[in-house]
């Protein structure tokens, strides 16, 4: 039962709280025994069937279906009752065909119809549990009547036979067709949905790895990438040079002209740092408010002092618009290397800092190497 249950997606309800599968097998039972009912009559009508016969075969083809479906519905286990109600199926079949003294075509279109019905949600295996349904109904129907075999049916029941067989069977592959498109459909919305949800989340991940103001690459990037690109240039034996940038006195610009100002000012720089570092692999980062962190795999420190000169003296030039107010300030770099240091991140990042504090030091507007003995002013 457990692989049953692999099979039909398991305890899956529908929307009204009823498995699909017991949905499913009212409509196809209903249509089924419907069909029956006028082929099965031409043949009690041919044998002379008593009333109590026909009595019984109304009850099972227009009673019965509703009754297994409740039965079903309302079990704790819907599923469960329903393949219960695939193998009662095959045993009623059973007794009425041998009841009837195994009709040749009524025989083969209920076996067919039985079988089927439980292959298809059990496999392989249910061919044979239908089969022993059949053999078991019609064992009863022998032990309580004997063996009568009458294989014959008339032309007009035999017709009517391959028709209604004819008709499940188009109705029923017609359901497998119908349910098979619905599952291509869904799939097809789920990959959507998938490819949807990645793309999300790729763009959240790059939102997660840059500064939501001026659009750099923040410091829980920088962390991940500097680990990465130090390794890689210590494995190559390239430099990689760390510069450090402090806009000085930034607390007197958001004082004197406001927060919106300092953040066009942060803007501005973060605009001058991109046009000027925008070589491959070389990356632009807001370390942390009004810090701005260069790294340059492949650049040694004097190339690194050299690039942070410039943009000392372009952003000392550059005038910054607030509100129709002019702005200006001037830039400290601390600036670190290896393999003048060893290649760690945290060493890097901290003498870039004391390279930084130490241009501080000096009256700002200036910038300091590590390697500058001035760098180690306290």
């Known amino acids: 039962m457990?692989?049953?249950?692999?099979?039909?997606?398991?305890?899956?309800?529908?929307g009204n709280g009823i498995h699909w599968v017991v949905t499913l097998n009212r409509r196809n039972r209903a249509v089924f025994f419907a069909l029956l009912f006028p082929v099965l009559g031409t043949h009690l009508d041919a044998v002379h069937a008593n009333a109590a016969t026909w009595t019984l075969l109304a009850l099972q083809l227009l009673v019965y279906p509703q009754l297994?479906?409740?039965?079903?519905?309302?079990?704790?286990?819907?599923l469960r009752a329903e393949m219960q109600n695939l193998l009662l199926d095959g045993v009623l079949f059973g007794v009425w065909v041998a009841a009837w003294g195994f009709p040749l075509w009524i025989t083969f279109m209920l076996f067919i119809a039985a079988c089927l019905n439980v292959v298809i949600y059990m496999g392989l295996p249910g061919f044979w549990k239908g089969l022993a349904a059949l053999v078991g109904g019609a064992a009863v129907a022998v032990l309580v009547n004997g063996f009568d075999f009458r294989?014959?049916?008339?032309?007009?029941?035999?017709?009517?036979?391959?028709?209604?067989?004819?008709?499940?069977?188009?109705f029923f592959a017609h359901g497998a067709y119908e349910r098979g498109i619905s599952l291509r459909d869904s799939r097809r919305q789920l990959g959507e949905r998938l490819d949807e949800i990645t793309a999300l989340q790729s763009r959240l991940q790059a939102q997660a790895l840059r500064d939501p103001l001026t659009g750099l690459y923040n410091r829980r990037y920088l962390d991940q990438a500097l680990e990465r690109e130090l390794a890689a240039c210590h494995a190559a034996g390239t430099p990689l040079s760390l510069v450090l940038i402090d806009i000085d006195h930034f607390k007197r610009v958001n004082d004197t002209y406001g927060h919106q100002a300092g953040d066009e000012m942060i803007r501005g720089l973060s605009g001058l740092l991109t046009t000027?570092?925008?070589?491959?692999?070389l990356v632009v980062c807001r370390y942390g408010g009004e810090e701005f962190l260069l790294m340059l795999?492949?650049?040694?420190?004097?190339?690194?002092a050299v690039l942070a000169e410039a943009l000392r003296q372009s952003f000392e030039a550059m005038r910054v618009e607030a509100d129709g107010e002019a702005m200006r300030a001037t830039l400290s770099i601390g600036i670190s290397g290896y393999p003048q240091h060893l290649p760690d991140p945290q060493v890097l990042v901290r003498e870039a800092d004391l390279a930084l504090?130490?241009?501080?030091?000096?009256?700002?507007?200036?910038v300091v190497l590590s390697t500058d003995p001035a760098s180690r002013t306290t």
């Open 297 to 304: 795999p492949g650049t040694d420190i004097d190339e690194a």
């Open 151 to 170: 294989p014959e049916t008339g032309l007009l029941t035999s017709l009517l036979c391959i028709l209604a067989l004819t008709l499940y069977l188009l």
């Open 357 to 366: 504090y130490a241009a501080k030091l000096r009256g700002r507007n200036n």
């Open 2 to 14: 457990g692989q049953v249950r692999q099979r039909i997606e398991g305890n899956a309800p529908e």
């Open 68 to 78: 297994v479906y409740w039965r079903a519905a309302r079990a704790r286990d819907p």
């Open 276 to 281: 000027h570092v925008n070589g491959a692999g």
